[in-house]
């Protein structure tokens, strides 16, 4: 077996002592190019295996050789990695204990507050959430709730039409009418909160888009007397422990008897107050019991089913639990009124 180191040996210490002697990353890199590369000083050397007669041996010495030089290198080339590492974090050194940006918290509607405090009240007791279209058929918002074409209670939700058929619906009623049509005279007790649009002039308690939650129950003995204690139970929850409810008789086509219902004033519990305009009540929402014509339009027998229907404002709900004083600032997308409001849920 023949030894072929000499062959190597001074090159292999010059490369060594040029990778030692570097300076820069650059130059290690120079110095790689050069000797190590394909067509490197070094590389070449394997040419002359093939003059040789152990070309074993010739091969082991020439990887020995390589695998000392590569070491040195790697050493090297670890050394000026590290150091420019260790410039990189000194230069980008971040104080962690200066005080990070605030992000301001943002805060819930009380349009929406108020809506999902009624869903979850009525949920609780039993109620499902129906949703029904805002555009709809002139059937479902008027003629299946006794309200044919030239009534007068029409005037009273004019409201934008599409076509002679087709408008934006003046009332969440409409969603009742779609519900009853699909139950099969099977009993119902839900509540539709939506979107209602009506060609009313806006002013502090008035707007032209506002939303209502319609409750609707339908089963074998319904009385007056259920609608009464699930309103009051409501206005318990909502208002306060003490909370009252008044019925004064009304008129809706699709309710008879049909009620206006009052809440004792929250803020003077009844003794009167700037709140209740000095009367002790506050005007809350329309009820009543739903008129014969329209269970049996929807496919209700009327000596066997009865039911209780109401309809309440969502913005006037809000507007007394948390004392606003004008509808519009729901609309007006002014967030000094939400950050008041903040304060208020805080308090
Ligand atoms: C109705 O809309 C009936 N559909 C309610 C109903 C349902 C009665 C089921 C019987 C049975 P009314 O027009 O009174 O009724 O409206 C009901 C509530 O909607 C009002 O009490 C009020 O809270 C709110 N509301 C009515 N008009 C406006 C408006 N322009 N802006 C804001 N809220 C309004």
């Known amino acids: 077996m023949e030894n072929y180191s000499h062959i190597f040996d001074e090159i292999t210490s010059k490369i060594i002592s040029l990778v030692e002697e570097s300076k820069s990353l650059e130059a290690l890199v120079e110095i790689k190019n050069k000797y190590l590369s394909k067509k490197g000083e070094f590389s070449q050397l394997m040419i002359k295996i093939r003059e040789v007669a152990d070309k074993k041996s010739f091969g082991e010495a020439f990887n020995a050789a390589r695998k000392s030089i ?33 992000l301001s918290r943002g805060v819930e509607n009380p349009f929406f507050k108020v809506k999902k405090e009624i869903e979850d009240i009525f949920v609780s007791m039993g109620y499902t959430v129906e949703t029904g279209p805002e555009i709809d058929f ?11 074409k030239d009534h007068p209670a029409r005037d009273m939700q004019d409201t934008l039409y599409i076509d002679n058929n087709l408008l934006l619906r003046s009332h969440t009623s409409s969603i009742q009418a779609h519900v009853m049509e699909h139950a099969n005279g099977k009993p119902i007790k839900i ?32 009385n007056l007397g259920n609608l009464k204690a699930t309103l009051e139970l409501f206005a318990k929850k909502m208002f306060s422990k003490d909370s009252k409810v008044r019925f004064r008789s009304s008129y809706f086509p699709f309710t008879e008897p049909s009620v206006e219902v009052d809440v004792s004033c929250f803020n003077c519990h009844g003794k009167g107050c700037p ?39 969502i913005e006037r709900v809000a507007m007394l639990r948390y004392g606003i004083d004008d509808i519009r600032r729901f609309y007006q997308s002014d967030i000094r009124f939400i950050e008041e409001f903040s304060k208020k849920v805080e308090d």
């Open 275 to 313: 709140t209740c305009k000095g009367s002790g009540w506050i005007e809350i929402l329309g009820a009543g019991m739903v008129h014969p014509n329209v269970l049996k339009m929807s496919g209700y027998d009327p000596e066997v089913y009865s039911g209780f229907a109401f309809g309440v404002g």
């Open 138 to 148: 002139d059937k479902y918002v008027f003629e299946l709730l006794n309200i044919p």
């Open 191 to 222: 509540i539709c909160p939506g979107k209602t649009y009506r060609r009313d002039d806006d002013d502090v308690t008035h707007s032209h888009q506002f939303a209502q939650v319609e409750g609707l129950v339908i089963d074998k003995n319904i």
């Open 70 to 102: 590569e070491e040195k290198y790697d050493e090297k080339a670890d050394k000026f990695n590290q150091e420019l590492l260790n410039k990189k974090l000194e230069s980008e050194q971040v104080d962690i204990t200066l005080p990070g940006n605030t």
